[in-house]
């Protein structure tokens, strides 16, 4: 069987009793996840967390914008990291290196947590699953952000690059986010940014999609396909 499947299938099955838990936690505010840092890193399985090696920001000081999910702050987390469910954790993900990052306020520093030990994160109530992918082409193993888990699941592979602008007269580097969205439909993955990708993939329900399609009358560019597919992978796991 697929890896991807696998894993996907064990992450489906592991995450969903413990998103009651993980609501809560978004709740807190950034400052309360710093206060309670203090809780996790004193139990001693805590010491888990905390094998990483150190992270430094790598970016330069004429930059536009950060390499960080949503925000340069530390957010307060959920993580299922080395065996164990670990909550209320400050949190940074890093989309250029495809990073987790824990911040430890105790000594103020910044750690990478290993990615090869994050089965999934939770922030800001957006669950990530990491993905072991057999081929680099058709999707790079790492963290996918899961939009849907139904029979067929919908992800999005978040990140960010650099680009070089002149601004003001003045060199500049500014960050832009950049998503690829896939699917994985009966162990089968694939990358999807149009309708008649989708269509190609999602066979036996095809003229259902394509009316479904036109009376919501959905659209795939740039700014609108993430919405757009999530609505037709929605509708064809309800069929």
């Known amino acids: 069987m697929n890896k991807f499947f696998c894993s996907l299938t064990s992450f489906g099955a592991l995450i969903f009793p413990l998103y009651t838990q993980a609501q809560q936690v978004l709740a807190d505010t950034t400052t309360e996840a710093i206060a309670l840092a203090a809780v996790w890193r004193t139990d001693a399985t805590a010491a888990r967390l905390l094998r990483g090696t ?19 702050a530390s957010q307060p987390g959920s993580v299922y990291y ?11 993900y890093d989309l250029k290196l495809d990073q987790l990052i824990l911040t430890d306020t105790v000594r103020n520093i910044k750690l990478r947590l290993v990615n090869e030990g994050v089965k999934f994160f939770i922030l800001d109530g957006r669950r990530f699953v ?7 082409a058709t999707a790079p193993t790492g963290f996918y952000q899961l939009l849907l888990n139904g029979r067929t699941q ?21 960050y832009k986010e950049t998503s690829r969205l896939f699917i994985n439909n009966k ?3 694939a990358e999807v940014g149009k309708l008649n990708d989708l269509l190609a993939l999602l066979t036996d329900h095809k003229p259902e999609l394509q009316k479904f399609a036109r009376s919501n ?3 795939f560019s740039t700014t609108e396909r993430e919405l757009s597919t999530i609505q037709l992978v929605e509708y064809y796991n309800s069929l």
């Open 82 to 92: 080395d065996g164990r469910y670990f909550t209320k954790v400050p949190l940074l």
């Open 154 to 174: 919908l992800l999005a592979r978040r990140s960010k690059k650099v680009a070089e602008e002149i601004v003001q007269q003045h060199l500049s580097f500014i």
């Open 187 to 189: 162990g089968k993955l």
């Open 217 to 219: 009358k959905l659209k």
């Open 130 to 136: 990491r993905v072991q992918s057999d081929s680099a």
């Open 54 to 72: 150190e992270y430094l920001d790598y970016t330069p000081g004429n930059t536009i914008g950060n390499q960080f999910y949503l925000t340069n």
